[in-house]
């Protein structure tokens, strides 16, 4: 046996057992967003219909809306992807504006890549070979899945799946279905819920404007019809020759 050599692997394997859990890097949770399908799921799966509520859990960060110009064009792929897998559209938006910024070809130092950023574990447990990654909509749906999987696994609870999306549910599990004790998962669940509750607020201000724009064309219509009827002169009578004293 070769004393030195096994002496170094002792001492190796020493140092990274002293190391402290909570000391690992953000960068190094980000790169373990691994398969689902490598871990057991302790907890029961939720069939009932996420609403991700913001009143609990940590604060909401205070974020900067993303300029509409990266936005729009791809505001209506992501809008029919969402509804289509039942997802609320304003959450695969706060996701998509903290994980690329509205960037289809954002590629993160760990390797997530795409709309959704995704590791290519992950991509591959929907179904995406590495480059389909990079194609708008193939990334969306796999994300959005992603998001369901998630929600369903930690029963909707907001803090949970986003953490789950950033950090990898094993590490949420692994920290008891808690957010894990990463600087870089801390502030991203905060700053999701911002943009979440920012895009929330939009949708509800774009709902008002639909329904006064209803309500004036409804009312538009009936001041027209009303004028129409106003405007419309009686025919004038026809009168038969008998009517005329005539024979």
Known sequence: MRVPAMLGILLTL?????????????????AHRTMLSHYQNPFPQSLEPATFDLSGGVPAARVRPIDSRRSRPLTPLIDQI????????ALVHAVISQESRYNPS???????????????????????????RFDPAKN??????????LARLFGGH??????????????????????PPFAE?????RRVKGYLAHYRQRARSHARYALLDESLRRN??????????????PLPRITTGRQMGGL
């Open 14 to 30: 020493s140092a990274c057992s002293d190391a402290p859990e909570d000391a690992t890097r953000a960068s190094d949770a980000y």
């Open 158 to 179: 907001i803090d949970l799946v986003l953490a789950g999306y950033n950090a990898g549910q094993g590490n949420v599990l692994k920290y008891g279905r808690r957010i």
């Open 140 to 149: 969306i749906t796999a994300g959005v899945r992603y998001l369901k999987t």
């Open 106 to 132: 954002a590629v993160s130092p760990a390797g997530a890549a795409g709309l959704m950023q995704l590791m290519p574990g992950t991509a591959a447990d929907y179904g995406l070979t590495p480059s389909e």
């Open 220 to 233: 538009t219509l009936q001041r027209s019809r009303a004028r129409e009827r106003r405007d419309v002169k």
């Open 82 to 89: 969402a509804l289509r897998e039942g997802v609320e559209p």
């Open 185 to 189: 998962t801390q502030t991203y669940v």
